[in-house]
């Protein structure tokens, strides 16, 4: 049964220490719960024994986007926010270096093409904006070092994505912090916090605006179920330890909308199959078909490809574990599959994840979608990774049993 080999596979990594603890929820599109599972601990600090379960609160990292993105959508419905104007007059320290082109490693002076280039906030939700993350980029890393930073550290969005270029807006696709600046956007559009717009837009119509939040320490009920991080050694092997000096802030204080929101999975779960089930409360259904197709265009789409195939890194942190084979377009929402692998997703599911090993998805043709929290590292790690899979795996298998019953 498809249900204990799920239950086997995470089981077996608790035990072995690859996993402190972990909560995963699956549901369809008539919403009903089609798994969940929650089992080991919150945290591996000496004198903490608190369960990992469904109400225990995560930094979910990336997988924040998808939140920005419908926010950046409703600030839009109201008005607010125009998706194709440029940006630039909102958010005037982005874009600011233009483009860099060059870098002398002796006299580490970088060198640069100017560029007012207008940026949308299409091309900051789709990464085509020009921004790339420091911290995957080897160039702005030398660019981060000349100048004695650490990158993506500091409180602001400004401090962490005001950087070069490393193309002209429109042109291309790299991984960035295009949702950081979306949500600052919606910040100076709406004249609120990013806190307080979801919260008023999506937590408290959801009913969870308890178990979510840019600022859980602030909150002393979510405060008290903060999962702890850990690691596994440098070979990336278990058992995982206590990661008491990992902030996956780098010091942030604003609301960061790419990698900011800590949740529990119960809320997020509510949140996903809310946006899966396209709820009439989040966003119209306009703003839903808009969230969901495919934005590229062919030289986007072979770029985005390129890109992700072109490292071991790269593949790690941004294929999710879907074969290169697979044909990859990007959304609003996430990657999006231009094909289907049978028994694990069908073509034009839609999924992302996050640097602390959690990840979501949504199969649309097949009607069921998912969520995996836990608090561990390396980033994205391959082994956990493919714990998550088998869940999916086995989520299809449910999902299909029950419909051809």
Not at 374 to 402: D, N, Y
Request: negative net charge; aromatic residues 10%.
């Amino acid at each position: 049964m498809a249900a204990e080999r799920i239950d086997k596979v995470y089981e077996d990594a608790v035990a072995s220490g690859l996993l402190p603890g972990v909560s995963v929820i699956a549901g369809d599109k008539s919403g009903n719960v089609l798994y969940r599972k929650s089992l080991g601990k919150s945290s591996l600090k000496d004198g903490k024994d608190a369960a990992f379960d469904e109400s225990t609160v995560c930094a979910i990292a990336s997988m924040s986007k998808l939140m920005t993105s419908v926010a950046v959508l409703r600030a839009v419905e109201e008005g607010k926010l125009d998706l194709d104007a440029d940006a630039r007059s909102l958010l005037p320290e982005m874009g600011q270096y233009g483009i860099i082109t060059g870098f002398d490693a002796e006299t580490k002076t970088p060198s640069y093409e100017p560029d007012s280039t207008p940026i949308t906030l299409r091309m900051l939700l789709t990464h085509t904006s020009g921004h790339e993350y420091d911290w995957l980029s080897p160039f702005l890393g030398q660019w981060r070092e000349a100048r004695g930073e650490i990158p993506w550290s500091g409180p602001r969005v400004e401090d962490k994505s005001a950087l070069p270029l490393i193309f002209k807006p429109g042109t291309r696709w790299a991984y960035g912090g295009g949702h950081d600046w979306a949500g600052k956007a919606v910040e100076v559009g709406t004249g609120q916090r990013l806190e307080e717009f979801m919260r008023s837009r999506f937590w408290e119509p959801l009913g969870i605006e308890n178990d979510i939040s840019f600022y859980p320490k602030e909150n002393p009920n979510i405060k008290e179920r903060l999962a702890d991080f850990a690691t596994l050694n440098e070979k990336g092997e278990p058992p995982a330890v206590d990661c008491p000096e990992f902030d996956i802030l780098f010091g942030g204080t604003d609301c960061l909308g790419g990698a900011g929101v800590f949740s529990s999975a119960s809320a997020y779960f509510k949140f996903l199959g809310a946006v899966f089930r396209r709820d009439p409360k989040l966003l119209t259904a306009a703003s839903y078909e808009e969230l969901f197709r495919p934005q590229l265009d062919a030289d986007g789409e072979e770029a985005l490809n390129a890109y992700v195939n072109s490292s071991p890194i790269h593949q790690q942190f941004l294929s999710r574990g879907i074969p290169p084979d697979v044909r990859k377009q990007w959304s609003f929402a996430g990657l999006v599959a231009l094909s289907g692998k049978d028994g694990w997703f069908s073509k034009g599911s839609t999924f992302w994840a996050g640097v602390s090993s959690v990840t979501w998805w949504m199969d649309h043709e097949a009607g069921h979608f998912g969520t995996a929290l836990c608090q561990v590292l390396p980033p994205m790690h391959p082994p956990v990774m493919a714990l998550h899979t088998e869940f999916e795996k086995g989520v299809w298998e449910i999902s299909t049993t029950r419909t051809q019953k």
